[in-house]
């Protein structure tokens, strides 16, 4: 606990939303999720698209858009973050790999992106920078004369590794860092973050690919329905026995047939009484209807089930 | 911003702008000629009327109007007169038509243009005051204000304006007694700046207020966009991202919808120069109207239509070709 | 307006109690103006030559005019008729606008005349339209709604042939055309209940433009007649008193308008919001 870089504890997140004849309605998005990062790991937050994990990101940076909401604790070196907090560490000391070139301004030339509002006479250390950080990822110098629509996906990649990698953060998040890549640069984004955590950086990575999430990761959080229900060391995922949660169980059982994506959308977003996967669950019991499981710690494997086989270890 | 245009295609592109112009004025030149002719209005009875002529005269007249002539004739043979720019004599001025829309128009120009740019940068500077300060007590002072302003007709603005600036505080004459058939000639470019004043102010602060509340609408969408959210992530201050990302990215919006506003400001101008008895193509259309100058009145038709064509045409063209990231679209 | 979306579900009954107490009042409020303006019998604004010009006072709280008739009674009046033919000329241009977007889904000559026929509406200064043809018909209640209701139905039309355009190729009527259904059936069926929205919203939005524009061309004298007990004839007539100081002639007249047109512009948005909720999210 106490080399932990980032801490997230119980954290839920929802949404305000008007829907037909103006009636509110609340989505909840993430519900009691807790993890933590330490200096020099990597952690993979894996779940399905579109499930929401991506706002954990936008939490912790505090970016959430104004009609959401986000309970629970989130710590940044033993000291709890408040928006205050968030907003003088953000861009210095955690920063964002976004998911897409959408987070790039479409009429600014990469080069002024990357270095960000600098004062006039800390302009040209700026770009010096700039260039060193530009060429350690691999991108050509005309690159910076660039507009986001001219780079191709693998560019459009690198930019953003590289943009916020500017400011030599602490914490890394990568949200989707891989979608709608080639092999190849799913296989140079893997190891750019890998040397990440070797330059001492926590890791958080966002993901729904789950070889990415694999080959990179020392510790993957497994997301299901807006829960977190495991979070295991990497390499037990290569033995199912050593998984706990019938979930991931089913999810790498599977693995050949699916392709190595996880894409299923069909997990109940509407609030439960139960567990979240009450539905599907093999070793489902009464019990698992109408109590929600906690998160539990069982000899370092976080876990989140009533049943789970307590042999394992 | 940097402005890429490719010349080949704009080229063509006002080609294909002027044909249509071409098209459309025939159009336009041949209902509004059909709309009076179907008017109760006799154009030889208002020459008469105007000008006290004589019988020959009313014959001549009549011969000019081709009184007993089949509608589609009378049609035909008016866009051939057009054709060659002849279009007829103004009855309230006496000279050729197309000399009083050069004059009239010429001063109306500098009327429009002024307060269009003063509104135009006034009304940008307000939406993006309003847009950053989204929810906060200065954001809904001008919400109101432009609502309140887009809420009420111009016509009043303009007599509330003349009354304070006229009436109570004497600043400037009230409408000035030169007769609607005195030539912007006959005017020293000193009365004709002081009667400038209070028309362009009260067309500018009409003009603000739709271009305030865009812009505004504008930056917000903005403020909730993803690059807008990664430079937030990237610690970059509140007003810094909207000055070097949202200006950027609202400006060119909002230059195209001030250039698509030609035809308000024109309506503008009208309701105005009548108030303020400002010698412009407004009084002009005003007058022909009332007066059933014919000739006049489809002249100004035309000419109001070019002016707003061109506007349509700039902001097409700006939204076309200026953008960056429509280098890349060539390729599709 | 989203900062202060707590989790509360009584807020949410808030907001859309708001609204619908919002419209209820504008609506009240619209009636009772139209209401007592019908009630007010032009031949009983007397005039009364020993009140000539008087300025506001608790007797007449809008001042006189200069035959010493009360300013609030006429405005009143004034109103009512602003809103009747606001009324009538906004829901005539709806029903264009409603025609121009059927044309428009027909087939595609249609598109292309309605397209250009928006093009041409739009190219010519609306005033300058609103003149031409009030000046056609010549003049008039009649040539004024006429005219507005002529420039103002392209806003609708575009908005309406854009939303038939996603109905058509959406999936349910392509299913239902391939059933069999005639083309009428499937517009009576599933286009017109869903365009209903906005031709309704659309409406209401064209009332504040139609009410300006009428007291616009009426002030320029090509409107109602000066007969007419119309609030662009009043301020008209205020002009060639301002000069003495008759401020009240202008100012109030012109307010009462201002006001009527901002609550309709509000309904519009607050209808709109309770129809089509993705507008209040902002």
């Known amino acids: 606990m106490e080399n932990d870089l980032l801490t997230v504890q119980n954290v839920s997140i929802s949404f305000t939303q008007y829907v037909q004849g103006l009636q509110q309605h609340i989505l909840k998005v993430i519900s009691d999720l807790s993890l933590s990062v330490k200096e020099g790991e990597v952690v993979a937050i894996l779940g399905s698209s579109g499930s929401g994990k ?260 | 911003m940097v402005i890429i245009i490719n010349s080949q295609k704009l080229a063509k592109f006002l ?11 025939v159009a336009v030149a041949a209902v509004s000629f059909i709309m009076v002719e179907i008017s109760p209005i006799n154009p030889v009875k208002s020459y008469a009327a105007e000008m006290g002529a004589s019988a020959q005269q009313i014959a001549a007249l009549s011969a000019y109007w081709q009184v007993d002539v089949p509608l589609g004739e009378k049609v035909v043979s008016w866009l051939a007169d057009l054709l060659q720019l002849n279009l007829g004599i103004s009855l309230i001025y006496r000279i050729p038509v197309v000399n ?58 303009g007599l509330i304006i003349m009354l304070i600036f006229s009436v109570y505080l004497g600043w400037f004459p009230v409408g000035l007694a030169v007769p609607v058939g005195t030539m912007a000639s006959d005017v020293t470019f000193w009365d004709w700046l002081i009667r400038l004043i209070l028309p362009a ?47 950027r990215n609202v400006l060119l919006p909002a230059i195209t919808l001030q250039f698509m506003s030609f035809s308000e400001l024109f309506g503008g101008a009208v309701l105005v120069e009548q108030i303020f008895s400002y010698p412009g193509i407004g009084q002009a259309t005003v007058a022909a109207g009332l007066r059933s100058d014919v ?15 061109c506007g349509n045409t700039i902001a097409d063209i700006l939204y076309k070709y200026v953008d960056p990231r429509m280098k890349g679209d060539e390729n599709e | 307006m989203s900062s202060l979306s707590k989790l509360n579900p009584l807020n949410s009954m808030n907001l859309r109690q708001k609204t619908i107490l919002l419209i209820g009042l504008i609506v009240l409020l619209l009636v ?71 044309i428009s889904s027909v087939n595609k000559y249609g598109d292309v005349l309605i397209a250009w026929l928006i093009d041409f509406f739009a190219s010519i200064p609306h005033l300058l339209l609103l003149i031409m043809i009030s000046i056609c018909l010549g003049k008039g209640a009649m040539g004024v709604i006429i005219g507005v209701a002529c420039t103002h139905w392209t806003s609708l039309a575009r908005v309406l042939r854009v939303e038939i355009k996603e109905i058509q190729t959406s999936e349910y009527v392509q299913l239902s055309e391939k059933f069999g259904k005639n083309k009428f059936w499937i517009a009576k069926e599933h286009i017109l209940i869903l365009v209903i929205t906005q031709v309704i919203v659309g409406t209401l939005l064209i009332f504040p433009h139609a009410i300006m524009h009428e007291a616009s061309i009426t002030f320029l004298g090509f409107g109602l007649s000066p007969h007419e007990p119309a609030i662009g004839i009043i301020l008209s007539e205020s002009m060639s008193y301002l000069t003495t100081g008759a401020w009240w002639l202008a100012v109030f007249p012109g307010v009462m308008l201002l006001i009527i047109v901002l609550l309709f512009d509000i309904l519009g948005e607050e209808v709109e919001k309770l129809l089509d909720p993705t507008k209040a999210q902002k």
């Not at chain 1, 930019?159 to 092999?183: C, K």
């Open chain 2, 295 to 309: 000739p006049l009145l489809l002249g100004i038709v035309l000419i109001s239509t070019i002016f707003v064509f």
């Open chain 1, 54 to 313: 991506s706002l954990l990101a936008h939490a912790i940076l505090g970016i959430l858009p104004e009609n959401g909401q986000c309970d629970g604790t989130i710590s940044f070196k033993g000291e709890v973050l408040t928006q205050e907090k968030k907003e003088e560490l953000r861009g210095e000391h955690i920063c964002l790999i976004p998911q897409s070139v959408n987070f790039l301004d479409p009429l600014m030339k990469v080069r002024e992106q990357a270095i960000g509002d600098v004062k006039d006479e800390e302009k040209e250390k700026a770009l010096k920078h700039q260039k060193e950080i530009f060429e350690k990822y691999g991108l050509a110098e005309e690159v910076g004369d660039m507009y986001p629509f001219e780079l191709s996906g693998g560019m459009a990649r690198k930019v953003l590794l590289s943009t916020a990698l500017l400011s030599d953060p602490e914490l890394v998040v990568a949200d989707e860092p891989t979608p709608g890549l080639d092999q190849a640069s799913v296989n140079e984004t893997i190891n750019d973050i890998k040397r990440l955590a070797q330059e001492g950086k926590g890791v958080l990575l966002i993901t729904h690919e789950i070889d990415v999430a694999l080959k990179t990761a020392d510790r993957i959080a497994i997301f299901y329905s807006g829960y977190v229900i495991e979070i295991n060391k990497a390499e037990n995922f290569n033995d199912v026995n050593k998984l706990l949660h019938p979930y991931t169980k089913s999810l790498i059982e599977a693995l050949p047939r699916n392709g190595f994506k996880l894409t299923s959308g069909v997990q109940p977003l509407e609030e439960v009484d139960g567990c979240p996967y009450f539905e599907n669950c093999p070793i489902r019991s009464d019990i698992c209807q109408n109590n929600k499981p906690d998160l539990i710690d069982h000899n370092g494997i976080m876990i989140r089930c009533h049943n789970f086989d307590k042999e394992v270890n």
């Open chain 2, 100 to 157: 009083v829309i050069i004059q009239k128009f010429t001063a109306s120009l500098v009327l429009m243009i002024t307060s269009w740019i003063i509104s135009g940068v006034v009304g940008f500077g307000l939406g993006i005051i309003a847009g950053g300060t989204r929810g906060s007590w200065i954001d809904k002072a001008i919400k109101t204000y432009c609502y309140i302003l887009q809420c009420a007709p111009s016509f009043w603005i």
């Open chain 2, 201 to 247: 102010f009260t067309l500018s602060i009409v003009g603000i207020a739709s271009i305030a509340l865009y812009t505004r609408d504008r930056l917000v969408n903005i403020l909730n966009s993803d690059y807008f959210i990664f430079a937030r992530a990237r610690g970059e201050n509140h007003w810094s991202i909207i000055i070097r990302h949202g200006i």
């Open chain 3, 32 to 102: 009772l103006v139209y209401a007592s303006s019908l009630s007010i019998d032009p031949a009983n604004i007397l005039t009364d030559f020993t009140l000539r010009n008087q300025p506001p006072s608790f007797e007449h709280l809008f001042g006189t005019d200069w035959l010493g008739r009360d300013m609030l009674t006429r405005t009143i009046k004034g109103l009512g008729l602003s809103i009747f033919i606001g009324a009538v000329a906004s829901i005539l241009s709806s029903i264009l606008a409603i025609i121009m977007a059927f």
């Open chain 2, 15 to 25: 080609g294909y702008k002027a044909v249509r112009l071409f098209i459309l004025l």
